[in-house]
């Protein structure tokens, strides 16, 4: 998360709280430090946002600050809100705290209590098996286009070590699957999560060749 983002979500999270919020409720929910937390109010006090508090008893921000909404209509906002629903069926816990924190600013937008509407009802069943690479670190390593050294299990039960370039996940109801560039094999192959055995960055040469290699991908496979 970055650090604007950090900014953001601090200032939703004390418009709709009904008491002080402490640096450990926000770092919680944030899952930053407390000395971030410190920092982030800091900054923002010193921006000339409205933070009244201290450190050890809470912070709230005082009325009359706003942000401008977002202008939705009643079927947008039950799409996303079912789409965010939905996300329990991932096992991508990372997703769904993120979900949660969206749901509820949709609705504050919408002047409404967080969560669906009462006329819908999303199962969060899964039966996805976990791995030594998660969906949030597969994620990130995605979106800082980071080479991994992976070893990884076959069907049949063997075991490879590979340089894998990540670019895409997909999300299948029993299983999560990583799209990646396969220096081994050359080419572009699928790894399911619950099939890496181990993990490690590389941090080699990749940079600003990941969004070439998606549209390879989609250019082979635009309907995986």
């Not at 670190?137 to 076959?154: F, K, M, N, S, V």
């Amino acid at each position: 998360m970055t650090r604007s983002t950090r900014f953001f979500e601090i200032i939703q999270m004390l418009r709709r709280a009904s008491a002080p919020m402490t640096a450990a409720q926000m770092a919680e929910t944030l899952e930053v430090t407390k000395r971030t937390i410190y920092r982030d109010i800091a900054s923002l006090q010193a921006s000339g946002l409205p933070i009244d508090g201290e450190a050890g008893v809470g912070y709230i921000l005082r009325a009359g600050y706003d942000l401008p909404p977002i202008m939705l209509d009643e079927e947008e906002r039950e799409a996303i809100v079912v789409g965010l629903a939905l996300l329990g069926r991932t096992g991508d816990q990372a997703l769904e705290k993120a979900a949660v924190r969206a749901s509820a600013k949709i609705a504050d937008a919408a002047a409404a209590t967080p969560g669906l509407p009462e006329t819908f009802r999303v199962s969060e069943w899964n039966q996805i098996p976990a791995g030594a690479l998660s969906p949030a670190d597969a994620r990130r390593y995605i979106r800082e286009e980071t080479e991994l050294q992976i070893t990884y299990r076959d069907e049949a039960g063997r075991c490879t070590d590979r340089c894998i370039h990540p670019i895409a996940l997909i999300y299948y109801i029993d299983v999560v699957v990583l799209v990646a560039w396969c220096v081994l094999r050359d080419g572009l192959r699928h790894f399911r999560l619950d099939r890496v055995q181990a993990v490690k960055p590389t941090y080699g040469a990749f940079h600003t060749s990941g969004e070439a290699l998606r549209r390879i991908w989609q250019s082979e496979d635009p309907s995986p």
